[in-house]
């Protein structure tokens, strides 16, 4: 069973619509969003909370709840208390408010940062006890700003903060944010491979058909592989060499992490990762 950490796909489902829902829970996603936000009309939401709470305790489930000050976010949390093993709060711009989430539910939280003043303040929300990682909202983001949500330079810098705040708080890399088109598969993995090279380890997802492109494109290569392995297999507590190139302890850290994430579980010489905090 994937967890939160290690998830690479992550796909959104209406949970207005229970038999989607099952579909979702059915596909090969590492874990389904089941939406209670965007994806469903007002008139839908009662309907929508109450499909939510009858899969939320599938530990495969995070359930998206309404953004706090929304007239639906209390009774989303009054719902899901002691019942979803995970929650996904959207618009999370401060501390406080994923705190409380996790305080009055006991749920993990994945806190969707999508627009300026949750960027600004990501270091504070990757701090808060009840995250276990951060997500990227890019759409939502780049309406406020603007922008283009495919321009990879005109989101790089924020998607970047997201990395730094999930490093500097020992938190697992970030979630990037959906790929709205669902006929451009190319475009699905320029984007996944994009956010790759910025740090990012995980997806949403909006449709089933992007899981494998985004499992692949996230991948390390073969080649990727083999440098790691000879890496780790030359490594020395001091500095030693390979193909010319110095091998020292960063080198060997980044080889390792990679290990880990084809292999599972720790990698041989793997650092010890004591900046992180305990979850």
Partial sequence: MTDVASARTLLFVPADRSDRVAKALASPADLVVVDLEDAVAAAGKAVARDVAVSVAA?????VRV???????????????????????????????????????????????????RGVLHAAEIAAADPVVRLAFGSMDLAAQLGVDPRDDVALAPHRATLVLASAAEGLPPPVDGVFADLSDEEG??????????????????????????????????????AWAREVVAVATDGVS???????????????????????????????????????
């Avoid at 599938?58 to 995070?62: G, M």
């Avoid at 209390?74 to 401060?94: F, G, I, Q, S, Y």
């Fill in 188 to 225: 699905l993995r320029a984007e996944t491979e994009a956010g790759r090279r910025l740090g990012y380890r995980a997806k949403l997802c909006v449709h089933p058909r992007q899981l494998d492109v985004v499992r692949r494109a996230l991948a390390p290569t073969p080649d990727e592989v």
């Fill in 66 to 116: 309404n953004a706090a000050g929304t007239p639906w976010h209390d009774t989303d949390l009054r719902a899901l208390a002691r019942v979803a093993h995970t929650l996904m709060l959207p618009k999370a711009e401060d501390a406080a408010a994923v705190v409380a989430l996790g305080r009055s539910t006991g749920a993990a939280v994945v806190a969707l940062v999508e627009t300026a």
């Fill in 241 to 279: 060499a390979l193909a010319g190139h110095m091998i020292d302890a960063p080198v060997v850290a980044r080889a390792a992490a990679l290990l880990r994430a084809v292999d599972g579980g720790p990698a041989p010489d793997a650092p010890k990762e004591s900046h992180a905090r305990p979850r």
């Fill in 58 to 62: 599938d530990p495969r489930v995070v």
